[in-house]
């Protein structure tokens, strides 16, 4: 499986803080990338870095062999994105706001319906979005992620404000989509258990550095081998972190 998304000691300083530092991540195309980390960690700051909302203060990245800045808009249209709390025209029906994105990506008016129906919005579609409820605004982010059926999906905590049933089915959705459109999908979120459910690699960060990427079966055999839970990914997680952690106290000290 060839990787469709590479980034190369991407970095990204405020000052002197290093939001995002010296990351080097192997995304592979048809995969579900779980990208993992407490707040503050990094994960949006990356993502905004590979959506252009954001520019790097070092390093360069790939997408589809296409490179940034230089192929930025064809880049950009092979990507749906669902970044942070999504934003909408209050005074437009949810339909309308989905048709806004249709029109500038140039698709056909059908699209429109068809990403209502796949987050399951389609009886919404025409009240208007300031009625929404927190989880339906959500549900209607990720429609304009998904509208057109993008090969490229960079999602950032889709299921934030979602009620139980409500995050069991996006979960299955999210899971489908690389099958059902040959899509590949870059995916935060605090909500381990499920992540672990649908990743098939994992990338953890703390204080904005790479702590492991691959697979979930290795992180398993790598927290084995080093005497750490191994049980489920949120132990696993949490154990990483706090060595991390210490070791950052340790080297302050010093």
Do not use: W
């Amino acid at each position: 499986m060839t990787d469709i998304i590479i980034t190369q000691h991407l970095t990204k300083s405020y000052k002197n803080f290093k939001a995002v530092d010296d990351i080097t991540l192997h995304i592979r195309k048809g995969s579900i990338y779980g990208f993992l980390g407490p707040n503050g960690a990094g994960k949006s700051t990356t993502m905004k870095m590979l959506l252009g909302l954001t520019a790097p203060t070092k390093g360069n990245f790939m997408i589809d062999n296409m490179t940034f800045p230089a192929d930025r808009v064809n880049i950009l249209k092979k990507i749906g994105s669902f970044i942070e709390s999504p934003s909408f025209y209050p005074n437009l029906t949810g339909r309308e706001n989905l048709d806004i994105i249709r029109r500038i990506l140039e698709l056909p008016a059908s699209s429109v319906d068809e990403a209502l129906d796949l987050v399951g919005l389609s009886e919404f579609g025409n009240r208007l979005a300031k009625k929404y409820s927190l989880g339906m605004k959500q549900r209607l982010g990720l429609a304009s992620a998904l509208i057109g059926e993008p090969p490229i999906l960079i999602l950032d905590e889709p299921t934030n404000g979602l009620d139980p049933s409500g995050i069991h089915e996006i979960r299955n959705l999210i899971k489908s989509l690389p099958k059902r459109y040959d899509c590949t999908i870059l995916i935060s979120s605090h909500m381990l258990s499920e992540i672990e459910l649908i990743a098939d690699d994992i990338g953890i960060l703390n204080h904005g550095k790479l702590l492991y990427e691959g697979s979930l079966e290795d992180l398993r055999n790598s927290a084995r081998k080093a005497g750490f839970e191994a049980d489920n990914l949120e132990e696993m997680f949490l154990t990483m972190i706090d060595k991390d952690n210490a070791l950052r106290k340790q080297r302050a000290k010093l």
